[in-house]
């Protein structure tokens, strides 16, 4: 493939999410806001449009419309959490008076109604924390509603396969442990505090941990029970990431007493994803919402690689993950799209590596991705791009093959 073919350019990727939107008056607005600080109108995230609203109040008390709008169309109302400690901005549509379950209104908005249990709001600590952790939970949440997963609250929509979140404080002499288990988050709300992760993440050489980087990690975990074990992706998942029957508990226990596979560098995106091949794939999961989600917003800012034009020697076929059996031309826009975007994002993370140094700060994306890492994260866009097209997971009888060295 030549250059002409894989143009490097960020314009060419459609944002899922305007992460970046502009208020009724024209003042630019983000994601986290709900006020403009131009002209003081209400703002509110609606997650089933990816788009950030302008409201303005109606005569009935509590319900929004879409600034400007004289047509009487659609009313919002803010999440009941607005007024909490998560302060969340995001809205709920009103259903309309003859709507089946007509006065059966939801309080809260589709990312706070999967809170299973929160920490005690009136612990002055603990609600400083709980803001922090829906700040990341909500930017999660948005991602995975726009990528057409399935996000439904185990605690009122589907308790048997939904999502939900435990956002725990430790209580002495029991710590909380992070971690994944039957669609529940557990998050320890203390990773919200700067400085007790920043001690735990030089502690393990970790060259990032952050609470965004937590919880797309556990939803990758969640995600791989939830859509890809016992599916066609299930055996090309195991040729590529490991055999994850493996023992894991004792994986991780070897990961921690001895440190990662030496090869580690060749084969993941991450030290500790070479621990077992559920943290391979939770690690190569939770970094492929870290590209999508940047590059979103970097679209919505007017970033364009073009201008920039600083990667020389764009990556080619021979990072793809490929199948036998499959029709190319069905499969060759996918993977030209991915070729897109990945070496959008190898230019776009070399400039504001730059920006961070200019500030003094440690780099701002400090990994060097293998061959193989790359691959990985192909099968990663390609198992989400199926799912969210409706198209049948894998050819019938395929076979995979991957452009790369075995796993060692």
């Known amino acids: 493939m030549d250059g002409d073919t894989a143009i490097n350019t960020v314009r060419r990727w459609q944002p899922l999410i305007h992460r970046i939107g502009k208020c009724h008056c024209g003042y630019a607005v983000f994601f986290r806001n709900y006020l403009c600080l131009h002209c003081g ?11 950030i609203l302008a409201l303005e109040p109606v005569a009935e008390e509590g319900l929004w419309q879409l600034a400007g709008d004289t047509a009487k169309g659609p009313l919002y109302r803010r999440c009941a959490n607005f007024d909490q400690a998560p302060q969340c901005n995001w809205v709920i549509a009103q259903l309309p008076t003859n709507a089946e379950g007509a006065g059966e209104q939801p309080a809260l908005c589709r990312c706070c109604r999967l809170n299973r249990m929160v920490p005690d709001p009136s612990v002055a600590e603990n609600a400083v924390l709980w803001h922090k952790v829906e700040l990341a939970k909500r930017r999660l949440v948005s991602s995975l509603i726009a990528m057409g997963l399935p996000v439904a609250s185990r605690i009122a929509e589907d308790p048997q396969q939904g999502l939900a979140f435990d956002l725990l404080a430790d209580v002495e002499p029991i710590p909380v442990s992070t971690g994944h288990q039957q669609g529940i988050i557990t998050l320890n709300i203390n990773e919200a505090d700067d400085a007790a992760r920043e001690a735990i993440r030089t502690a393990l050489h970790e060259p990032y941990r952050t609470l965004l980087g ?9 995600y791989w029970s939830r859509l890809l074990e016992g599916s066609r992706w299930h055996q090309p998942f195991r040729s590529l990431f490991g055999d994850e029957q493996q023992d894991y508990g004792a994986a991780l226990q070897h ?29 190569t999961w939770a970094h492929y919402l870290h590209m999508v989600d940047t590059l979103d917003t970097a679209i919505g800012s007017g970033m364009d690689s073009e201008q920039v034009d600083l990667l020389k020697d764009p990556f080619g076929e021979e990072v793809l993950y490929r199948m036998e059996g499959e029709p190319g031309g069905a499969t060759e826009q996918v993977d030209y799209a991915f070729l897109t975007f990945f070496n959008a994002w190898a230019g776009l ?10 500030m003094g700060l440690p780099d701002f994306y400090p990994f060097v991705l293998s061959q193989r890492a790359i691959t990985k994260l192909h099968f990663v866009h390609r198992f989400i791009q199926a799912h969210r097209s409706g198209a049948p997971a894998l050819p019938q009888n395929s076979r995979e093959t991957v452009n790369s060295e075995p796993l060692r």
């Not at 937590?214 to 969640?222: F, M």
């Not at 990961?255 to 690690?283: K, Q």
């Not at 993370?349 to 200019?358: A, K, P, Q, R």
């Open 349 to 358: 993370t070399s400039v504001l590596n730059e920006f961070s140094l200019g």
């Open 255 to 283: 990961h921690y007493a001895n440190g990662p596979d030496p090869l580690w560098t060749e084969n993941c995106v991450s030290a500790y994803a070479s621990a077992h091949p559920w943290e391979d794939w939770a690690e």
């Open 214 to 222: 937590h919880v797309r990690h556990e939803s990758g975990h969640y």
């Open 41 to 51: 109108r209400a703002l509110g995230y609606e997650p089933d449009h990816a788009t």
